[in-house]
């Protein structure tokens, strides 16, 4: 603790609370920490098409960093009420490019309610700081994007067969360009939702989402603010035990004053996971959605078809193997190189991104983990001037860990 904080007049207070707490109030404290290691090694790490130069000069674009950190994950039920919190941070050091030197931090603290066997509900609030992924940036200059996000969820069983959630976001995001060096998104959106729960496992149903979003500090571009539909039906199916089944599949339509940003389709996500084996399970992951390129202040359709084969080899030994295929739309942002000046058509600009992965994670004690991968990275483009690469990776992560009881599973938010 701070100095001022034990010179206060409450840390007496507090340290008197703490001795006179009944040992049942300790007991239903859960607590992770860890303290992590990691090397990786990155054939490309700007993601530049060949032919392209470092900004050292030159067209090696390898490099390795070394990063640590650690994360303290701490939950605590009362009655059927779980309070929880999570703080991870990193620091990463680059052996050439150095200017890509960087810390990262995700802090997430929520609350996981319940009133009567009717009413259940979160409300969660997370701050996360990152390193823009070159997959969504071309260029050699690190960005660094800070994301502040309010969740709140309410779900009451109105009879017994029938289930209505609400739940509503916000979320500012500040991502600096060298063009807009205050540049930041801020969106909120309310959804709602009708299930049918009257068969046991199986849920079915209908949703409505309505969004509004704007841009700010866009420097010389001025883009308006856009709004956002979507309904859908929803179905989950976790009869047999051996697979799982949750689906949406709907349409999305978004607008805005002058028509930049509007764009609408298909949207969805289906996912489907089987047990093979006592150790191997499969799962299948189907996307369609429509986002926000914040680097271009413009919209995108991201579709996504992600497999992922786990084979628990020994109560020790976890092995994933995984395929992801992303084919991304992005309409009127479309390029081409003209006497060395990179010129606008207002073409649709589509990626083609593809990322086969395999990671092993070994705990040979309760206290020690560790994690090697390598995974390979390539990118085929049309009307997007440099948008062309492949990479391979490969790390290793070490992790040291203390555990004290187990921390239950809390209520996916899936944003």
């Known amino acids: 603790m701070s100095s ?24 239903e404290l859960a607590l992770t920490a860890g303290a992590t290691t990691q090397y990786e090694y990155n054939t490309n790490v700007f993601d530049l098409q060949t032919g392209s130069a470092t900004p050292f000069g030159g067209r090696n674009f390898a490099d390795s960093f070394v990063a640590y950190g650690g994360k303290l994950d701490a939950s605590y039920l009362w009655s059927r009420q779980q309070f929880y919190a999570t703080v991870v941070g990193n620091e990463y050091r680059y052996d050439r490019f150095t200017q890509l030197n960087h810390d990262d931090f995700t802090l997430d603290g929520g609350w996981d309610w319940k009133v009567g066997r009717l009413w259940d509900g979160v409300l969660d609030v997370t701050r996360i700081r990152s390193m823009v992924s070159f997959w969504n940036l071309v260029g050699t200059s690190l960005v660094i994007q800070t994301e502040q ?93 051996l697979s799982v089944f949750h689906g949406q599949l709907g349409y999305t339509r978004r607008t805005s004053d002058r028509g930049i940003n509007a764009i609408s389709g298909v949207t969805g996500d289906l996912d489907y996971r089987r047990t093979l084996t006592g150790k191997t399970t499969v799962e299948l992951d189907l996307s369609r959605q429509i986002n926000v390129y914040l680097t271009n202040t413009a919209s995108e359709i991201d579709s996504i078809a992600a497999l992922t084969a786990n084979w628990q080899a020994t109560y020790k030994i976890d092995v994933v193997l995984g395929y992801t295929f992303t084919y991304r739309q992005l309409p009127g942002q479309g390029n081409v190189f ?28 309760p206290w020690l983990m560790l994690k090697p991968y390598v995974n ?9 001037v440099g948008g062309n690469f492949d990479a391979t990776i490969v790390g290793l992560q070490f992790t040291l860990q203390w555990q004290r009881g187990v921390i239950p599973p809390r209520t996916p938010l899936n944003y």
């Open 376 to 384: 390979y990275q390539t990118r085929t483009s049309q009307n997007f």
């Open 338 to 365: 003209v006497g060395g000046v990179i010129v606008p058509t207002g073409s649709e600009q589509t990626q083609r991104l593809h990322m086969p992965s395999l990671t092993v994670t070994y705990v040979p004690v």
């Open 4 to 27: 001022p904080w034990r010179g206060s007049a409450w840390y007496p207070v507090w340290v008197a609370a703490l001795l006179g707490s009944p040992v049942s109030a300790f007991a």
């Open 149 to 241: 996000r309010e969740t709140g969820r309410a779900s009451v069983q109105a009879t017994p067969d029938w289930r209505a959630e609400f739940t509503g976001i916000t979320r500012v995001v500040d991502q600096p360009q060298t063009v807009a060096p205050n540049l930041s998104l801020s969106e909120s959106s309310g959804q709602a939702a009708i299930k049918y729960t009257g068969t046991a496992g199986v849920t079915s149903g209908l949703t409505a989402t309505y969004l509004k979003g704007s841009f700010s500090n866009t420097g010389a571009t001025e883009v308006p603010s856009y709004t956002q539909s979507s309904a859908a039906l929803t179905a989950t199916d976790e009869v047999t035990g």
